[in-house]
């Protein structure tokens, strides 16, 4: 992803980080999350529309093996001062499901968005939010961290794509399920 544009946002604080997790380290995360998923049906629509044939959990008690990757994440992606949800958002994408153009919300998440790709890779998409010609896809591989921080978090949508459309560098990316696993940090109040 060697484009100016890509620059731009490395330098604002965004990455993505191939093989942050190991297969082990898969398995194990699946593992520990899928009895929690497996009770809910796949949902069509998320109360905002943005996301489609998914299930969701949040978690606050994790094995000791996850919580130390989970650690891992959270030192590499978080910036030491600000408060952290201590709740971790799973999110579970069936095979058809997607995530439509959206910006996390402001009131509830802070500056930094880490998440762990399981299962399958995928394509996130950014586009500028003032200038859509400003846009660019990430390719998200199984067990990649990805932080959005700075400019890709506030002034970018990102969109995970759906399997007809889920293309990198004209190459196929086969969407399967995918887990995602996603820390975040709070807003800071207002000074
Ligand atoms: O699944 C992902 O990695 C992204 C999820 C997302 O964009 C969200 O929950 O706001
Ligand atoms: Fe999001």
Redesign the pocket.
Known sequence: MPSGLWRRLQAGGAAVLRGFVGEGEEALLAREVEPLLRRRPYQDQHWDGA?HKYRETERLHWSQESREILQRVRDVAFPPQVPQLAQV?V?D?DKTGY?KP?I?SVKFCGCTIA?L?LLSPSVMRLVSEQNPRDCLDLLLERRSLYILRGPARYEFT?E?LKDEESFFDGQKIPRERRI?I?CRNLPLPPS
Do not use: A, C, K, Q
């Open positions: 996301i958002h999110l994408l995530i959206h996390d998440g790709s990102h995970i995602s996603i």
